[in-house]
């Protein structure tokens, strides 16, 4: 099974709304991240957060990982119309530095 | 522009063709990967390669073959390709060394095996 499972599977928001994603995984990181995709597109790289970290933000985007319930948040402020993407968070796995593991993702919809 | 350029974006073969997928890098990063994705089960990993002459298995390896000969290049070989090879194909690479760190993507590379 996945190392990071993102939940929902599915969102629709309106723009200007707050969209929140979760991610959770199974086994110790040493680092989680973010991406996103658009569709059919190359993945790219939106934010990374250490295992010793609590919180980072860059721009919208606001990570929070908890690593005592094996769990991180993407919440992405005051969303746009061009925010439509897949999301998928990875987790490089303590021992495994050379290995990155993707959840399913989250398919995020901003309607105008 | 700084990129990871994978060749051809597009690709429908039969059973049993050979075929190469190119990934070529111009930000001199050590550390290369190939991934699929398929529908309800994420990016899984098939090699990555640390360095030059140095490559390793992923979670899904079968069915595939990789070279890493120069920094720049880390082609993808499918020696007998089959059905369930059918899948889009990510090449990806990181600057950071003794791991992964953050990843930069390719277009993408979606493949039809028939």
């Known amino acids: 099974s996945q190392q990071g499972e993102e939940d929902p599977q599915a969102l629709s928001i309106q723009e200007g709304e707050n969209a929140t994603m979760n991610c959770s995984y199974k086994?110790?990181?040493?680092?989680l991240q973010w991406y996103r995709q658009n569709s059919g597109r190359g993945l790219v790289h939106l934010i990374l957060?250490?295992?010793?970290?609590r919180e980072k933000h860059s721009g919208r985007l606001r990570v929070t990982l908890d690593t005592s319930k094996k769990s991180s948040s993407l919440l992405i402020t005051a969303s746009r119309a061009a925010d439509t993407a897949s999301y998928f968070c990875?987790?490089?796995?303590?021992?495994?530095?050379?290995?990155?593991?993707f959840g399913t993702g989250t398919r995020l919809q901003v309607t105008l | 522009e700084a990129q990871v350029t994978q060749n051809p974006r597009y690709l429908i073969t039969v059973t049993g063709k050979k075929l190469t997928v190119t990934c070529s890098q111009n930000m001199n990063h050590e550390y290369m990967s190939w991934y699929r994705q398929d529908p309800g089960l994420g990016l899984r990993q098939i090699y990555y390669s640390m360095n030059v002459e140095v490559t390793d298995k992923g979670d899904v390896p079968e069915g595939y073959k990789v070279s890493r000969k120069e920094k720049r290049n880390f082609p993808l070989i499918l020696e007998s390709p089959s059905p369930n090879q059918t899948s889009l194909y990510f090449c990806?690479?990181?600057?950071?060394?003794?791991?992964?760190?953050?990843?930069?993507f390719g277009e993408g590379s979606r493949l039809t095996v028939l």
């Open positions: 990875a987790t490089e796995k303590t021992g495994t530095a050379s290995k990155l593991t």
């Open positions: 086994t110790s990181i040493n680092n």
């Open positions: 957060i250490r295992s010793n970290e």
């Open positions: 990806a690479s990181s600057p950071r060394t003794g791991g992964t760190g953050e990843l930069f």
